[in-house]
């Protein structure tokens, strides 16, 4: 896979997994994103975005990185803008870092470009390092979970057909309403497998950190 990593504004806690999930990937950052260059020890790419939300000082650490200035009265997010530079550079897996975190508007704008994008077939990951989301669609999701890691179904339609295995809490072809609370906090027993007749929604996890 062509994996890209996009640093994004939320909030980031480096972690080994993180570190991980990151590790061969080509790095654009977007806007203030490129604040966790530094504590992740990266050096994007391409720096793309409105900067409106950068330090001079965060300017000046970086002048050596190519640099792709958008108008504050654009009609993307500067995440969005990094995800389609991207795709033009041939991208088939996407980290989100620093998707979640800081603003509910921009994070739940992040998780629903995450859905997006992986409605278009790109595999998508989006993290902060202790909190992991990865987008649900009709379909199978299968996630390498440590054991005994919490996580959410958190539906953003109504459900149909969901199925659960590999959980404390397994379901098989549920019906979940947009709204429930019913697949809220199951643990995993190792890898989780989900599967989905219809509908959509997105999976957060919280892995404990390595020792």
């Not at 966790?36 to 720096?47: D, F, I, R, S, T």
């Not at 330090?55 to 995440?79: F, M, W």
């Not at 379909?139 to 969901?162: A, I, K």
């Amino acid at each position: 896979m062509n994996k890209f990593v996009l640093l994004l504004g939320g909030s980031v806690t480096p972690t080994r997994r993180l570190r991980e999930q990151i590790a061969g990937g080509r790095v654009l950052a977007a806007d203030g994103g490129m604040a966790h260059a530094a504590a992740l020890n990266l050096v994007p790419e391409l720096w793309v975005g409105d900067f409106d939300s950068v330090t001079p000082e965060l300017l000046g650490a970086y002048p050596q990185v190519p640099r792709e200035t958008y108008s504050i009265a654009k009609d993307q997010t500067d995440g969005e803008l990094a995800a389609q530079a991207a795709m033009a550079r041939g991208a088939t897996n996407l980290v989100l870092v620093g998707a979640t975190g800081g603003q509910t508007d921009h994070a739940l704008a992040n998780l629903l470009l995450g859905l997006k994008l992986a409605k278009d077939g790109f595999s998508v990951l989006m993290t902060s390092g202790p909190e992991e989301a990865y987008p649900l669609l009709a379909g199978r999701l299968e996630l390498e979970l440590p054991s005994e890691t919490r996580f959410s179904v958190l539906p953003f339609s109504d459900l149909e057909g969901l199925s659960i295995t590999g959980a404390r809490w397994p379901l098989d072809g549920v019906n979940i309403p947009l709204g429930s609370t019913w697949t809220l906090s199951n643990l995993s027993l190792g890898a989780v497998n989900i599967t989905l007749h219809q509908g959509y929604g997105v999976v957060f996890s919280y892995p404990a950190p390595k020792p």
